[in-house]
């Protein structure tokens, strides 16, 4: 359901999780880029994600502050970044959308060259991607190899450091909210509209207070969906090597019958076999878990769950 009210022009969605004590200055950021726009018309949507920690209590002074422009969703339970945005973007009225991490680390003043972007230049698509980053050589590397391996994996066009802080307009949007997995990656789903993007990078600051909960797990996770959702180079590839090792097989099978033949040499021992046995389980075992990657993501799509639990929604017009 797409709540669209042309008197906005821009909604602000924010996942929130675990973000106490950063809330308070992001809002006051967004606050800044708003009366600086007085052209344009603005909502901040917040989703809290299940945090239990004192973001919400914060984000309930932040509403009642601003009760025209704040928009609070709490979900019933922590349900991941990809369905907390997804909700946000399910209540945006905007003709176009930001989206962006509630921690401070991306510079809300580049907000004013995305909304130029896209009303002045007509991008359906501003992404601000991250040429440098104030985070742990831990950090910094493990997204380096993540997004490397979506761009040759699923996405050509993805950007060499990623992206989270997005504009997107209404017609994207809607192809977002008509479009959607099971598991929901929703910067593949942007890259897949096929609208042309426009890129604007920029350094990430460092998170002001906390720590990422952004896991090299949930990493893994991410990348596993990119993949599997957008691409069929797996199952592509589970035959090549299948066809690979059977090539090996019947050259070793061909070696030793020529050294039993013509040498009259015996078939090696039991260190060949193991090895073989070792390798070709191997394999084996990774078409399976990758066929049952498949198999799951068509058992979640056609149970057709919702991606997430509303608990509450406060705005001026529910107040509740």
Same mark, same amino acid.
């Given at each position: ?7 906005i ?5 924010i ?14 950021s ?15 949507i ?15 002074? @932040? ?71 104030d ?38 949007l ?13 910067q ?14 920029y ?5 002001k ?19 599997i ?58 078409? @399976?878990? @990758? ?30």
């Amino acid at each position: 359901m797409t709540h669209h009210n042309s008197r906005i022009d821009c909604s602000f969605v924010i996942p929130v999780y675990y973000n106490e004590g950063c809330l308070f200055d992001t809002m006051s950021s967004l606050m800044e880029v708003i009366r600086q726009n007085t052209r344009f018309s603005f909502e901040v949507i917040f989703i809290d994600d299940g945090s239990q920690d004192n973001s919400f209590h914060e984000l309930l002074e @932040i509403q009642k502050a601003n009760p025209k422009i704040v928009k609070l969703i709490k979900l019933t339970r922590n349900f991941g970044q990809p369905a907390a945005r997804l909700a946000g973007l399910k209540y945006a009225k905007g003709r176009c959308v930001i989206s962006m991490s509630a921690d401070g680390q991306d510079p809300v003043s580049l907000c004013h060259d995305m909304l130029k972007e896209h009303f002045e230049n007509n991008y359906e698509i501003v992404i601000c991607t991250r040429s440098a980053r104030d985070e742990s050589f831990y950090r910094r590397l493990t997204s380096q190899l993540f997004y490397w391996m979506m761009r040759k994996l699923s996405f050509s066009n993805m950007p060499t450091g990623g992206f989270d802080y997005i504009l997107i307009g209404r017609k994207v949007l809607n192809v977002l909210l008509q479009n959607q997995d099971a598991q929901p990656f929703i910067q593949g789903q942007i890259l897949w509209s096929g609208y042309t993007p426009k890129f604007i990078h920029y350094h990430r600051l460092a998170r002001k207070t906390g720590r990422s909960r952004w896991t090299f797990g949930k990493k893994i996770a991410l990348l596993i969906d990119g993949v599997i959702n957008y691409s069929f180079l797996p199952i592509r590839l589970m035959s090549l090597i299948g066809i690979f090792v059977s090539f090996l097989g019947f050259i070793m099978a061909f070696i030793i019958l020529i050294r039993r033949a013509i040498i009259g040499s015996q078939v090696p021992g039991w260190t060949t076999l193991t090895i073989l046995i070792l390798i070709v389980s191997g394999i084996q075992m990774i078409m @399976i878990g @990758i066929v049952g990657e498949y198999l799951w993501r068509t058992l979640a799509q056609s149970r057709d769950r919702d991606h997430f639990v509303i608990e509450k929604v406060i705005d001026n017009e529910s107040g509740s």
